[in-house]
Nanobody, 125 residues
Framework: QVQLVESGGGLVQAGGSLRLSCAAS????????MGWFRQAPGKEREFVAA????????YYTDSMKGRFTISRDNAKNTVYLQMNSLKPEDTAVYYCAAHVGWGPDIAVVTHWTDWGQGNQVTVSS
C-alpha cells in the first residue's frame, strides 16, 4: 500500500518561499508519477505539478510555471515542491499524490490513485 507523508507547510509572508516534501513508501516507484495538488477554501482541488519518477519529466500548471519547481530524490523516495514568490492566492492545503503511469490526463484530479494527508500553506499579505 502506498503511503505518502507530507511536511514543510506553514505560514509565510507574500514574496517568501517554502519547500514541501512528500516521503513515499510501500511500493517501488520507478513506474510512478508523483504530483502536487492544492485546494483553497470553497474551491475545487487543482493540479499544481507532476514529475515522472523514472526519467524526471515534469509538467506544471501554466500559472505556476517559473515560481514552483517539482523535484525528486530517488535515494530518499521523496518528492519536493519548491515554492517561490508566494502570493496570498497560493494559500491552500497542498496534497501529494501518486499513480502509475504518465499520460495526457496527468492534470486530472480523478486520475490519481493515492493521496497524502494534506499540508496547510498560508501566505499573508
Amino acid at each position: 500500500q502506498v503511503q505518502l507523508v507530507e511536511s514543510g507547510g506553514g505560514l509565510v509572508q507574500a514574496g517568501g518561499s517554502l519547500r514541501l516534501s512528500c516521503a513515499a513508501s510501500g511500493r517501488t516507484f520507478s513506474s510512478y508519477a508523483m504530483g502536487w495538488f492544492r485546494q483553497a477554501p470553497g474551491k475545487e482541488r487543482e493540479f499544481v505539478a507532476a514529475i515522472r519518477w523514472s526519467g524526471g519529466n515534469t509538467y506544471y500548471t501554466d500559472s505556476m510555471k517559473g515560481r514552483f519547481t517539482i523535484s525528486r530524490d530517488n535515494a530518499k523516495n521523496t518528492v519536493y515542491l519548491q515554492m517561490n514568490s508566494l502570493k496570498p492566492e497560493d494559500t491552500a492545503v497542498y496534497y501529494c499524490a501518486a499513480h502509475v503511469g504518465w499520460g495526457p490526463d496527468i492534470a486530472v484530479v480523478t486520475h490519481w490513485t493515492d493521496w497524502g494527508q494534506g499540508n496547510q500553506v498560508t501566505v499573508s499579505s
